[in-house]
Nanobody, 122 residues
Framework: QLAESGGGSVQSGGSLRLSCEGS??????????MAWFRQAPGREREGVAM???????LVTDFAKGRFTISRDSAKNTVYLQMNSLKPEDTAVYYC????????????????WGQGTQVTVSS
């Protein structure tokens, strides 16, 4: 359905670009709301960034100025560019899609990726 890639280990201040590719039987990414979430050990899953079918994007306050979400419709792929990473950004990052509406309410997302680990060391 959705497959994330691009996670890894970096030092504080480093960058990573996560990718989320939709499979052929997933609603075309360009027509859906796509979002990135993250979940750190012992914490609830939280929204990071989203982009709707019109290309309008939103980034959570903690990621503003550091993270950017973008979409390549031809590749059916959504990206999360993460710069100036901090140790507190360490988490498993998930992408998700939903056909209707666009907010961070997890129960409305129909497809989820398996997650990719991001580890930031100080």
């Amino acid at each position: 359905q959705l497959a994330e890639s691009g996670g890894g280990s970096v030092q504080s201040g480093g960058s990573l670009r996560l990718s989320c590719e939709g499979s052929s039987d997933t609603a075309t990414i360009s027509r859906t709301c796509m979002a990135w979430f993250r979940q750190a050990p012992g914490r609830e899953r939280e929204g990071v960034a989203m982009i709707n079918s019109e290309g309008i994007s939103l980034v959570t306050d903690f990621a503003k100025g550091r993270f950017t979400i973008s979409r390549d419709s031809a590749k059916n792929t959504v990206y999360l560019q993460m710069n100036s990473l901090k140790p507190e950004d360490t988490a498993v990052y998930y992408c998700a899609s939903r056909a209707r509406g666009c907010n961070f309410q997890t129960r409305y997302f129909e497809y989820w990726g398996q997650g990719t680990q991001v580890t930031v060391s100080s």
